[in-house]
């Protein structure tokens, strides 16, 4: 699977839109974006995926350049419960061992009062 | 609509005892995946069921650690003559299918404390 390169931290006000970026550039053409999140003593949480065309759902939308070497995650409205550490990871799809999750250090966000 | 449970919440246990930890998945999904995770740690895979069978069990730790799944729905996690290194909160997943790419549904996990 691709390597993805992520900030340390992030810090948003309440009430504005964060983005947190991702870094994938040797993501492979059959490889899905996707993002979870952690906050603190819960366990991670699903929050978007893509491909290739930008996403949106009820909790965020994914914007995936035309490259696919990077994406950023958007939640437009960040509220002090989205503070939690965010994982971009990229995985292929289908075939082998790709159900097995696998977190790298990802960005914890912190939203400001 | 409900989302994957776990149960216990806790659960301190004495070193050498064996403990059972329980997963409810998200009714539907054939899938069922149990990780664990230590303190600032990752996430580790321990074994991944579809429907009731186990194809891949790669990720338990030893022979102390065994899991089950029944019905195609609940799934039991038990820990034989814990350890101290067994700490851990351990987290089950529930998915539509075994591959992607459907997305992972977590549970709350459960936190063991062995003393």
């Known amino acids: 699977d691709a390597k993805t390169t992520q900030p340390t931290s992030m810090d948003c006000a309440e009430g504005r839109a964060a983005n947190l970026p991702c870094n994938h550039s040797?993501?492979?053409?059959?490889?899905?974006v996707y993002w979870y999140r952690q906050i603190h003593s819960q366990g991670p949480q699903y929050i978007i995926h893509?491909?290739?065309n930008n996403e949106t759902n009820e909790m965020a939308s994914l914007i995936i350049t035309e490259d696919r070497k990077s994406s950023t995650l958007i939640l437009p409205h960040a509220t002090l419960r989205d503070t939690a550490v965010y994982y971009c990871?990229?995985?292929?799809?289908?075939?082998?061992?790709?159900?097995?999750?696998?977190f790298g250090k990802g960005t914890l966000l912190t939203v400001n009062p | 609509g409900a989302g994957v449970s776990q149960s216990p919440s806790n659960k301190v246990t004495e070193k050498g005892k064996d403990v059972e930890l329980r997963c409810d998945p998200i009714?539907?999904?054939?899938?069922l995946y149990w990780y664990r995770q230590s303190l600032g740690q990752g996430l580790e895979f321990l074994i991944y069921?579809?429907?009731?069978?186990?194809?891949?069990k790669s990720g338990l730790p030893s022979d102390r650690f065994s899991a089950e799944r029944t019905g195609g729905s609940v799934s039991t996690l038990t820990i034989q003559r814990t350890q101290q290194e067994d700490s851990a909160v351990y987290l089950c997943?529930?998915?539509?299918?075994?591959?992607?790419?459907?997305?992972?549904?977590f549970g709350p996990g459960t936190r063991l404390t062995v003393t």
């Open positions: 997943a529930s998915s539509l299918a075994g591959r992607l790419p459907y997305e992972q549904y």
């Open positions: 040797t993501i492979s053409g059959n490889e899905y």
């Open positions: 893509g491909l290739k």
């Open positions: 990871i990229v995985r292929v799809e289908g075939g082998g061992s790709n159900y097995k999750l696998t």
């Open positions: 009714s539907g999904h054939t899938a």
């Open positions: 069921f579809q429907g009731n069978s186990a194809p891949d």
